[in-house]
């Protein structure tokens, strides 16, 4: 198994508050990914990072921030959760190249009361 | 529109039933995944292509190019196929993409 893992796995929040969840690979792999997952709405892109201190923004990376300071971890914070950001998030990571897989953690469930 | 659409959203099959999922795609692409994930799990991938076909035990997975498409086919079905399945692809840049994902139940 890729060496990918997410923390926590399972946090639950006040409106309000600030929270990070945190991504942590051992496969010095360039690309990393967070995701949200939503029924009706499968995967979607939050933030992305090709490099360390090199981020982009997805299709829903409003109320979200990312840093990455060194190649193994990628945080994502959000900076004041509000319960629309009530979702299972997943961190993803790949190499460079065509043949590259993809691989996935086992995901952080954040609920926001 | 999205960038990748997957067909069927839902499917039933019966045990050893033959099952195909569609992904069809808008953008140009390096790649294309397909990932399996089962109620309350992870994401794992199942295949990888750029091209042509492969083929994994009762799977196999297509994709042709220049009609943007690739399909999922899963012989003999078990109700251990019971996943979601979802089709993502990778596009300029290296983001990924993804499908909806399509919802399989087996019964035995």
């Known amino acids: 198994d890729a060496g990918i893992t997410q923390s926590p796995r399972h946090k639950v929040t006040e409106t309000g508050t600030p929270v990070t969840l945190r991504c942590h690979q051992t496969?010095?792999?360039?690309?990393m990914y967070w995701y949200r997952q939503d029924p009706g709405h499968g995967l979607r892109l939050i933030h992305y990072?090709?490099?360390?201190?090199?981020?982009d923004k997805g299709e829903v990376s409003d109320g979200y921030s990312v840093s990455r300071s060194k190649t193994e971890d990628f945080l994502l914070t959000l900076e004041s959760a509000t319960s629309s950001q009530t979702s299972v998030y997943f961190c993803?990571?790949?190499?460079?190249?065509?043949?590259?897989?993809?691989?996935f953690g086992q995901g952080t469930r954040l609920t926001v009361v | 529109k999205n960038e990748v659409e997957q067909s069927p959203q839902n499917l039933t099959a019966q045990e050893g039933e033959f099952i195909t999922i569609n992904c069809s795609y808008s953008?140009?692409?390096?790649?294309l995944h397909w990932l399996q994930q089962h109620p309350g799990g992870g994401i794992v991938s199942l295949f990888m292509?750029?091209?042509g076909k492969k083929k994994h035990g009762r799977l196999i997975a297509t994709i042709n190019i220049q009609e943007k498409h690739s399909s999922l086919h899963i012989t003999a079905s078990h109700p251990r196929d019971s996943a979601v399945y979802i089709c993502a692809v990778r596009k300029n840049g290296n983001k990924l993409v993804f499908g909806a994902g399509t919802i399989l139940r087996v019964k035995s």
């Open positions: 953008v140009g692409i390096s790649a």
């Open positions: 496969e010095n792999h360039r690309y």
């Open positions: 993803a990571i790949s190499d460079v190249g065509v043949n590259t897989e993809a691989f």
């Open positions: 292509l750029s091209s």
């Open positions: 990072s090709y490099g360390v201190k090199d981020t």
